[in-house]
């Protein structure tokens, strides 16, 4: 079942979740292409017993939105070109196993990037076990304000 990013989860780096800009909502729409990952860097669930418990504890549609923000970053680190985001979005899964964010932003040296992925986790919300995404254009500062992204 697929569920579309809707809900947000506050962000520790960000006083907002990023917007998406005009032409990022027209791409979206006409099926704008992911790229699938190749390598999954959060795909096993940590074996460590105090990891576990304290991760037993947070809801479940939380641990979805930790483990595929985590993921995001480490496929934007790996990419080519890497990226090394300073702020990243971060939505709740409300329901299924699948988290669509068709439109959103990341924030990398000093500039914000148009961004859409789709993580799949296991049941249990243990595990990424699909991730694809798209990096789109720079959003231009002027737009930044308007889309209520931050200036940093």
């Known amino acids: 079942m697929t569920t579309a990013a809707t809900d947000q989860v506050p962000q520790a780096t960000s006083t907002k979740t990023p917007a998406p800009t005009a032409g990022d909502a027209t791409a979206a729409q006409q099926g704008l292409q992911l790229h699938e990952a190749k390598t999954l860097f959060s795909q096993a669930p940590t074996n460590d017993l105090s990891s576990m418990m304290a991760i037993g504890t947070v809801p479940r549609g939380d641990r979805a939105a930790q483990l595929c923000s985590t993921e995001l970053g480490e496929q934007l680190v790996h990419?080519?070109?890497?990226?090394?985001?300073?702020?990243?979005?971060?939505?709740?899964?409300?329901?299924?196993?699948?988290?669509?964010?068709?439109?959103?932003?990341?924030?990398s040296n000093s500039q914000w990037y148009a961004l859409s992925y789709r993580?799949?986790?296991?049941p249990q919300a243990t595990k990424v076990v699909?991730?694809?995404?798209?990096?789109?254009?720079?959003?231009?500062?002027?737009?930044?304000?308007?889309?209520g992204l931050p200036s940093q």
């Open 79 to 107: 990419a080519s070109p890497g990226y090394y985001p300073d702020s990243l979005p971060l939505f709740r899964l409300k329901e299924g196993t699948v988290l669509d964010v068709p439109k959103g932003a990341f924030h």
């Open 130 to 147: 699909s991730f694809a995404f798209h990096i789109g254009q720079p959003i231009p500062r002027s737009d930044w304000s308007s889309l």
């Open 119 to 122: 993580c799949e986790v296991d």
